[in-house]
């Protein structure tokens, strides 16, 4: 029986292949862009930010929340915020850690994360990036006074998680990721939280934060409404919050940083609430910066597929059929103008399709000169490590997905030009 399983998988996985083709590298394969002029509404050129912000964006927005995202179906009965730990001689004495349980509340029901924070050392109203980790805030750092969350965890062999719960075997794996001490010493916060405390990463949307919105016996969102992406979006919303009533934080320099899922996250977190100062996105391919239409890499079909509860149900209905889109996901970025926006690729992430990340920060480009803010001014994608640092940043480094300390250097000196202006 045993001896079956792998067979059985592996005829399993073959399947999902010939369903939904094997992917696309090669760029001469790619169909012909035909993309939606961000700028036309009701057949007329938009042309001035009243006129984005009042008819344009609106409609652009609903597509997405409607059809891609999903909408979030109503609003807390309350929230709470509770500092359970602090120590202002974190990190060798460089920062104020904090840690920080917000407690959201529906329909009798709750449910509780932890925001893992390090300030620079008595500096008051700093800017912050804000983003979520994947496997627990005491990966982030070899800090052994960061709490470990008790949320369900994906098992991770090279970092010794099993049992879907999170030790101490696991603190610091993520430290790469993370350049903590950089952003202290540029004069920036950095606040985290684990995803999985908002709504646990696996094809199941009876736990979470979905089910405190459930009407009795709802078991899944409806078509229109949020999956994980979503969700966890909404969450970064809640962290936002708390950072409002935080006098040693700058609630309106809030940058969302995300990587890869959680870059597709940022995304959406940042057109969803204006409040965000701007947004990152690391590495965040289909769903997130690429251009859905280009077919290259990860398709729309393959992940509805492999993660059928990141998107509302209604986004399935462009399974293979990307040329049916509206609007592609220069339409995302778009919908985060005139606010900061960077995006980021590495050179052997072609599953995420780093030039449709770039061509997507190219098209929503005249959105932003409707602003007089500069974007990305060709459509010739920049050589390696050529960062642009305009109002949209981006660049394209060697390696592999992933985020690291160049990615870091280029956010926080990026971040720092554009918050001083
Ligand atoms: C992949 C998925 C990508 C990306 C990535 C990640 O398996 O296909 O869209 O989100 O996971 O989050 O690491």
């Not at 998988?9 to 590298?25: H, R």
């Not at 627990?136 to 049992?163: C, L, M, Q, Y």
């Not at 209604?314 to 919908?335: I, M, R, S, T």
């Not at 997905?401 to 160049?406: E, G, L, P, Q, S």
């Amino acid at each position: 029986m045993n001896k079956l399983l792998p067979a059985l998988t592996l005829a399993f996985v073959a399947q999902i292949t010939l369903a939904q083709g094997q992917p696309n590298y090669d760029e001469s394969e790619v169909p012909e862009l035909e993309l939606t002029d961000l700028l036309t509404f009701n057949g007329k050129k938009v042309s001035t930010p009243k006129d984005w912000n009042e008819n344009r964006r609106p409609e652009l927005y609903r597509f997405f929340e409607q059809h891609e995202y999903g909408q979030v179906p109503g609003v807390l009965d309350s929230i709470s915020f509770n500092r359970v730990e602090s120590d202002d001689k974190a990190l060798n004495g460089t920062a104020l850690r904090k840690q920080v349980v917000v407690s959201l509340f529906k329909n009798d029901k709750s449910l509780s994360f932890t925001i893992l924070m390090y300030l620079p050392k008595n500096a008051s109203a700093v800017p912050i990036f804000l983003g979520y980790n994947f496997y627990g805030n005491h990966t982030v750092t070899e800090d052994p006074n960061v709490i470990i969350s008790k949320a369900w965890a994906r098992n991770n062999k090279a970092f010794d998680i099993s049992d879907n719960t999170l030790t101490e075997n696991s603190r610091g794996v993520r430290t790469s990721r993370w350049s903590i001490q950089k952003m202290i010493d540029s004069g920036f916060g950095f606040a985290t939280i684990y995803y999985g405390e908002i709504d646990p990463d696996k094809n199941d949307l009876t736990d979470g934060i979905h089910q405190l919105f459930y009407q009795q016996d709802q078991q899944h969102p409806k078509p229109n409404e949020w999956g994980s992406i979503s969700a966890w979006a909404f969450g970064l919303s809640r962290a936002l919050d708390y950072l409002e009533t935080d006098k040693d934080i700058d609630a309106s320099k809030v940058i969302a940083f995300g990587h890869s899922r959680l870059g597709k996250v940022s995304l959406w977190a940042a057109a969803s609430d204006q409040r965000f100062a701007g947004a990152i996105s690391n590495d965040s391919g289909c769903g997130g910066a690429a251009l859905s239409k280009r077919k290259f890499g990860e398709t729309v079909g393959r992940i509805n597929t492999s993660f059928p509860h990141w998107f509302s149900d209604n986004f399935k209905k462009y399974n293979n059929k990307e040329e049916d889109l509206p609007v592609d996901q220069h339409g995302l970025l778009a919908l985060i103008a005139p606010r900061p926006l960077y995006v980021a690729s590495a050179e052997d992430d072609q599953w995420a399709d780093p030039k449709g990340e770039f061509l997507s920060t190219y098209y929503a480009t005249p959105v932003y000169d409707l602003f007089d803010k500069k974007g990305i001014p060709s459509d010739k994608m920049p050589e390696i490590h050529r960062p642009i640092h305009h109002t949209i940043g981006y660049h394209i480094r060697s390696g592999k997905h992933d985020v690291t300390d160049y990615d870091w250097s280029q956010y926080i000196a990026w971040a720092k030009a554009q918050i001083e202006k």
